[in-house]
């Protein structure tokens, strides 16, 4: 069968096209009927209570313990019909993964000896995990372990099935003892509420009396790469960092772009089919896939959502996407950069802002140069960002981003916008006349066959190079890692937006004709920000040049970024709207730090251990090899070795090379501990591990290139990207 290895195609996937013909799937039962949603809700609570329930989902109504008992109760018999046995405050502590504590519906046993499924609704609401192996950033000492988890009621419980057999999961949010936040979904949340008034206070001022929330919509596109498990198996790279330390580049990579978009093979068209019905029994609306640039490169979007679900979302998507793949002998890579020199792996995150009654705010509509509520709209996130644009840079810093940003396919650390054709002229218009009169027009594309129908084409080209680049009604942040939750991106965006919201709305509200101050507002930013625009490649190297001269910001690692976390803008920020405290934004940079040392000291040291243990003994055989066949064509008879021992020169240089180039780095990774935790242990590592890791790297990749294939210690790139 085409595209399948035999050795790893399970039962499953062993079908034949026929059967998989003849397996019809009813998409529209599938879709959420793991899910705790609100039809269900309407079905089974009684009406006073699910009203009330509903108005704490709208309006954060508090709850009272009675409502959230018969909704406890009636969660449960849903969950225990649905085959769970166990139920969990499902919550996303700062480790980058989800986390999870199981307890079964069991109450203590009755006198006869029988045991009750019950859930109370405390249970519901409340959960207290220990947390003191949780990441807090010196936010509390690990004596002090009380940690809280609270019910996102915003968030609908869902039944997940999987080995532990059915379990009750409950989105909670979770925080201190003293009530810090510890998590990624507490911030999320009151992130949404800021932008969610700032935004509402605005459209009022403008004019519009009937909508009555403004929600910020995600829909998040995850790159992904997929490889077969027994080569996984067979890189401690893979294993240990989730990447690839070592490894030359094949002949071939991705430069003829014949993977994108291509037809997807067999062996992955079955796991994505797999994928797609486990995200849809969840309620996530997995829609649109394919193949990335990268060989064995993929990708997978949903459609958008209110963004603390489309965060949520992610997370199951991200567990799917490697759950399933275990099932069909392959292993999903979330890592941001698995291969040197191939594309990385990105999460483009649409953001825009919608009304309740559907009124997207970002939608420019036809003529946006007369479009008062949009152009002010937009000149103010161009205000957030370039005001911003460090800290919208950070909250997309992770370890493997580093390696990402800036290079094949991926938008550069430095932040810029992309208006397009149309709004770059509306800008234009606005800058050297202070008023716009004409907006630009999609020209009619003719495609010059008869039978094919001509159609008028968007006002505006696309831009694949800009880091947050205007789609049409969305602004697409590119900058954000696979494997990183999208909550921090959202949260910085929805605050800078609430901020330059919030000043508009003060000064419309504090003049005497609005019109006018909201023409001034609306210049007076496009003058002031337009140095945040950029419509060119950005990929090329000239637009660093540019950048520099413009005095944008250039943060190209991750321990350089961090510290604008905690800058006074920053802090003052975050403070005005009751996102972070100070501790916490305190506490946020040293986590980070922490993990972006350790996580470079756990390659640094799978180098070394690859190095000793796997490299230099393969290479010494092959040198022996070499030898042996010198010394035994010579005595054959007066046969040129030249070639032979060319070859053996050079390996044995280059493994000379790679002794000493390791010896430094263990003397390096030796004197991690002497910097004290945080900044400078970060620095040490960004400065002195990094760079010892790529002179490591070089003499071993050419190594590979040099050694007898078959005596390599591990599977090549080559063997790994094209094998799926
Ligand atoms: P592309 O790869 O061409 O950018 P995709 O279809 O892969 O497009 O992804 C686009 C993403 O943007 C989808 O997740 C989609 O749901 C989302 N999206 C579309 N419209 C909006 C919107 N108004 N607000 C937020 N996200 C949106
Ligand atoms: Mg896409």
């Known amino acids: 069968m085409e595209g399948f290895r035999k050795s790893d195609c399970d039962g499953r996937v062993k079908k034949t096209e026929r059967i998989w013909m003849e397996e019809y799937i009813n998409v529209v039962e599938l879709f959420g009927c793991d899910v705790f949603n609100d039809s269900v809700m309407q079905a089974r609570l009684p009406k006073k209570v699910y009203r009330e329930l509903k108005q704490t989902i709208e309006e954060g109504k508090e709850l009272s313990l009675e409502i959230a008992d018969v909704v406890a109760h009636e969660m449960k018999e849903w969950a225990i019909e649905k085959g769970a046995t166990h139920f969990s405050h499902w919550f996303q502590p700062l480790t980058g993964v989800t986390a999870e504590k199981h307890d079964a519906f069991l109450s203590p046993p009755m006198d006869n000896g029988r045991v009750l499924m019950s859930f109370s609704g405390k249970e519901l609401i409340k959960g207290e995990p220990d947390a003191s192996s949780f990441p807090s950033g010196g936010l509390r000492a690990t004596f002090e372990a009380r940690g809280y988890t609270t019910w996102d009621c915003t968030s609908p419980a869902f039944v997940r099935h999987d080995a532990a057999g059915g379990t009750l999961c409950i989105p909670t949010a979770f925080c201190s003892y003293t009530g810090e936040s510890l998590d990624q979904k507490t911030p999320l949340l009151r992130s949404m509420q800021a932008v969610g008034e700032q935004a509402l206070?605005?459209?009022?001022?403008?004019?519009?009396?009937?909508?009555?929330?403004?929600?910020?919509?995600?829909?998040?596109?995850?790159?992904?790469?997929?490889?077969?498990?027994?080569?996984?198996?067979?890189?401690?790279?893979?294993?240990?960092?989730?990447r690839t330390l070592f490894g030359a580049m094949p002949p071939k990579g991705q430069e003829m772009d014949d993977h994108y978009l291509g037809t997807i093979r067999q062996r992955v068209s079955a796991y994505m089919k797999e994928v797609n019905e486990e995200c849809w029994r969840l309620g996530v609306p997995a829609k649109t896939q394919h193949n990335e640039v990268a060989p064995s490169q993929h990708e997978l979007a949903p459609i958008y959502e209110p963004v603390n679900l489309a965060a949520d979302h992610n997370q199951i998507m991200m567990?799917?996407?490697?759950?399933?793949?275990?099932?069909?002998?392959?292993?999903?890579?979330?890592?941001?950069?698995?291969?040197?020199?191939?594309?990385?792996?990105?999460?483009?995150?649409?953001?825009?802002?919608?009304?309740?009654?559907?009124?997207?705010?970002?939608?420019?509509?036809?003529?946006?140069?007369?479009?008062?509520?949009?152009?002010?709209?937009?000149?103010?996130?161009l205000k957030a960002v370039d005001t911003h644009a460090d800290l919208l840079r950070e909250s997309a810093a992770d370890v493997g981003n580093d390696l990402r940003l800036g290079g094949d396919e991926?938008?550069?650390?430095?932040?810029?916008?992309?208006?397009?054709?149309?709004?770059?002229?509306v800008i234009e218009q606005l800058v050297s006349n202070g008023t716009a009169t004409h907006s630009k027009e999609g020209t009619k594309l003719e495609t010059r066959v008869k039978t094919l129908p001509d159609f008028m084409k968007d006002a505006t080209d696309r831009n694949r190079t800009s880091p947050f680049a205007?789609?049409?009604?969305?602004?697409?942040?590119?900058?954000?890692?696979?494997?990183?939750?999208?909550?921090?991106?959202?949260?910085?965006?929805?605050?800078?937006?609430?901020?330059?919201?919030?000043?508009?709305?003060?000064?419309?509200?504090?003049?005497?004709?609005?019109?006018?101050?909201v023409?001034?507002?609306?210049?007076?930013?496009?003058?002031?920000?337009?140095?945040?625009?950029?419509?060119?490649?950005?990929?090329?190297?000239?637009?660093?040049?540019?950048?520099?001269?413009?005095?944008l910001f250039n943060l190209p690692s991750m321990v350089d970024a961090i510290p604008a976390m905690l800058t006074d803008k920053s802090v003052a920020l975050f403070e005005k709207f009751q996102v972070f405290t100070r501790a916490e934004l305190e506490s946020r940079a040293e986590i980070k730090?922490?993990?972006?040392?350790?996580?470079?000291?756990?390659?640094?040291?799978?180098?070394?251990?690859?190095?000793?243990?796997?490299?230099?003994?393969?290479?010494?055989?092959?040198?022996?090899?070499?030898?042996?066949?010198?010394?035994?064509?010579?005595?054959?008879?007066?046969?040129?070795?030249?070639?032979?021992?060319?070859?053996?020169?050079?390996?044995s240089l280059l493994l000379k090379e790679t002794s000493s180039c390791m010896k430094v780095l263990e003397g390096l990774v030796a004197q991690v501990h002497h910097y004290p935790e945080g900044r400078?242990?970060?620095?040490?590592?960004?400065?002195?591990?990094?760079?010892?890791?790529?002179?490591?790297?070089?003499?071993?990749?050419?190594?590979?290139?040099?050694v007898d294939k078959e005596m390599w210690p591990m599977p090549s790139y080559g063997d790994i990207i094209f094998e799926v």
């Open 201 to 242: 206070r605005l459209i009022r001022l403008l004019g519009n009396q009937t909508s009555r929330r403004v929600i910020p919509s995600v829909g998040a596109e995850q790159e992904y790469f997929l490889i077969d498990r027994e080569h996984f198996e067979q890189r401690k790279d893979l294993v240990y960092t989730g």
């Open 319 to 381: 567990r799917i996407l490697k759950k399933v793949a275990t099932r069909h002998g392959l292993r999903c890579l979330l890592h941001e950069k698995p291969f040197a020199g191939l594309s990385g792996s990105g999460k483009h995150n649409n953001w825009s802002l919608n009304t309740d009654d559907g009124i997207n705010l970002l939608d420019p509509g036809t003529t946006p140069h007369d479009n008062l509520q949009f152009l002010l709209i937009l000149t103010c996130i």
């Open 410 to 425: 991926a938008p550069p650390a430095i932040l810029s916008v992309f208006l397009g054709e149309q709004l770059q002229d």
């Open 470 to 517: 205007f789609t049409g009604n969305k602004f697409e942040f590119r900058m954000v890692g696979a494997r990183d939750s999208i909550s921090a991106c959202n949260v910085v965006l929805n605050t800078i937006a609430a901020e330059a919201f919030q000043e508009a709305a003060d000064r419309i509200e504090a003049s005497d004709c609005y019109e006018q101050t």
């Open 519 to 551: 023409h001034d507002l609306i210049k007076e930013y496009a003058i002031r920000h337009q140095r945040i625009i950029f419509n060119g490649n950005a990929y090329a190297p000239e637009w660093e040049e540019e950048a520099a001269k413009r005095g």
């Open 593 to 651: 730090y922490d993990i972006y040392a350790k996580a470079v000291n756990i390659e640094a040291k799978t180098m070394i251990d690859m190095t000793t243990k796997q490299f230099i003994p393969a290479v010494a055989r092959y040198t022996t090899v070499l030898a042996k066949s010198v010394n035994e064509v010579r005595t054959a008879g007066a046969f040129d070795v030249g070639v032979q021992l060319e070859l053996l020169e050079k390996t």
């Open 680 to 706: 400078q242990r970060a620095l040490f590592c960004r400065q002195e591990l990094v760079p010892a890791m790529a002179s490591l790297r070089k003499p071993v990749d050419e190594l590979e290139m040099l």
